[in-house]
Nanobody, 123 residues
Framework: VQLQASGGGLVQAGGSLRLSCAAS????????RGWFRQAPGKEREFVAA????????YYSDSVKGRFTISRDNAKNTVYLQMNSLKPEDTAVYYC?????????????????WGQGTLVTVSS
């Protein structure tokens, strides 16, 4: 089972990026999916989550209204569209998955993790 995150890069403040997390090794359509991030010198924190069906989404207050999580179960892929990026969004972004119908917001609820993709927002 592998999660491969991609799409990170360097962007100016106010810009946009779309992260992708492709899953392989099994069918992830039954899995809850989430995004977390870890900034330099800080703990990993919750960013966004989506439930199995894609109907329910959850966001941290710091990204609500700017980021959108979505999923394509046919492609075993979850996305994080990030708009109006700020320098404080700079972090390594990690995707996660767990076989659950619910949207999960806590790190210890997830079983599988991707390797992370770096997002750098310049001011």
């Amino acid at each position: 089972v592998q999660l491969q995150a991609s799409g990170g890069g360097l962007v100016q403040a106010g810009g946009s990026l779309r992260l992708s997390c492709a899953a392989s090794g099994r069918t992830f359509s039954t899995y809850a999916r989430g995004w977390f991030r870890q900034a330099p010198g800080k703990e990993r924190e919750f960013v966004a989550a989506i439930n199995r069906s894609g109907v329910m989404t959850y966001y941290s207050d710091s990204v609500k209204g700017r980021f959108t999580i979505s999923r394509d179960n046919a492609k075993n892929t979850v996305y994080l569209q990030m708009n109006s990026l700020k320098p404080e969004d700079t972090a390594v972004y990690y995707c996660a998955a767990r076989d659950s119908p619910y949207g999960l917001v806590a790190m210890d609820e997830y079983d599988y993790w991707g390797q992370g993709t770096l997002v750098t927002v310049s001011s």
